[in-house]
Nanobody, 127 residues
């Protein structure tokens, strides 16, 4: 049974930082690209950042570039999202996701490439 469990969300003031973690089990983590997506109230779920299976390739949405950093620890089956200089517009539910494909040496921004999803972590940034 595949599980992705996000943690680390919460309420923070604008300009602050949060670190999200995603613990995975039931899949060969080191073989899969991982992504973080987010969904604000009343909006579509959107891509934020992804990382290739070996961590060498990352892509960031323009809206988070320079402020967010994705990383992974294949020994622990974990992926992280460090979020700095948070803005009220970053308020959303953040989801980690695992690519449906294995052994791909890149990562992609398309939501439909990701098959396994966590339950989401709420991030609220107050102004």
């Amino acid at each position: 049974q595949v599980q992705l469990i996000e943690s680390g969300g919460g309420l923070v003031q604008a300009g602050g930082s949060l670190r999200l973690s995603c613990a995975t089990s039931g899949l060969t983590f080191s073989n899969r690209a991982m992504g973080w997506f987010r969904q604000a109230p009343g909006k579509e779920r959107e891509f934020a950042v992804c990382i290739s299976r070996n961590g060498r390739i990352t892509y960031y949405a323009d809206s988070v570039k320079g402020r967010f950093t994705i990383s992974r620890d294949n020994a622990k089956n974990m992926v992280y999202l460090q979020m700095n200089s948070l803005k009220p517009e970053d308020t959303a539910v953040y989801y980690c996701a695992a690519d449906r494909r294995t052994l791909i040496d890149t990562c992609v921004v398309e939501r439909n490439a990701y098959y396994y999803w966590g339950q989401g972590a709420q991030v609220t940034v107050s102004s």
